[in-house]
């Protein structure tokens, strides 16, 4: 069974950069995509990044300011995101993208993210 | 980019009533679309993929169908689980998620 699991909340100050992370367990992963949800909103996809070969697919609204890695090592995925915003304040999710479809069929728990001064 | 027009925005319903939530793509997906469910403080849950396509363990009370760019999820006949917010998704380009639909107690 496919488990992913993120790091902790963390509060930020605007211009800050955060790296959140998304261990990967249970079974093989070909790509995880990250998508944010900020309080009251829906959801908005923010990237993606194939676990094997490192590649990488950003959303318009964050190029330049977001990038996605991989350890293969212990299966962790990270998502920074850098020049923080009052706006990027959200809960931000992986999810395990379907190998050959894409579409999402597990999920992390999500990681809060607040950017306050 | 692809856009994903979804309808209503909310929806007041009782217990048993036949529910049904559309989404428009602004361009051909395919069957290239994702429903899923969302509960407050809870991640997104997959419930059909591929347009009509049932994810395993989900109710067959939720059934998926399209007619060129539109897609349309039904809840036959809605249970007290069932109120959440619903959220399409294509995949045919990158990926875009609809506005959501938030499915309340009438």
């Known amino acids: 069974q496919v488990q992913l699991v993120q790091s902790g909340a963390e509060v930020k100050k605007p211009g800050a950069s955060v790296k959140v992370s998304c261990k990967a367990s249970?079974?093989?992963?070909?790509?995880i995509s990250w998508v944010r949800q900020a309080p009251g909103q829906g959801l908005e996809w923010v990237g993606w990044?194939?676990?094997?070969?490192?590649?990488?697919k950003y959303a318009q609204n964050f190029q330049g300011r977001v990038s996605m890695t991989t350890d293969t090592s212990t299966s962790t995925i990270y998502m920074e995101l850098r020049s923080l915003r009052s706006d990027d304040t959200a809960v931000y999710y992986c999810a395990r993208t379907t190998p050959g479809e894409g579409y999402f069929d597990h999920w992390g728990q999500g990681t809060l993210v607040t950017v306050s001064s | 980019d692809i856009q994903m027009t979804q309808s209503p925005s909310t929806l007041s319903a009782s217990v048993g009533d036949r529910v049904t939530i559309t989404c428009r793509a602004s361009q051909t997906i395919s069957s290239w679309l994702a429903w899923y469910q969302q509960k407050p403080g809870k991640a997104p849950k997959l419930l059909i993929y591929k347009s009509s396509t049932l994810e395993s363990g989900v109710p067959l009370r939720f059934s998926g169908s399209e007619s060129g760019t539109e897609f349309t999820l039904t809840i036959s006949s809605l249970q007290p689980d069932d109120f959440a917010t619903y959220y399409c998704q294509q995949y045919n380009s990158f990926w875009t998620f609809g506005q959501g639909t938030k499915v309340e107690i009438k």
């Open positions: 990044i194939s676990a094997s070969s490192g590649n990488s």
């Open positions: 249970g079974s093989t992963i070909f790509g």
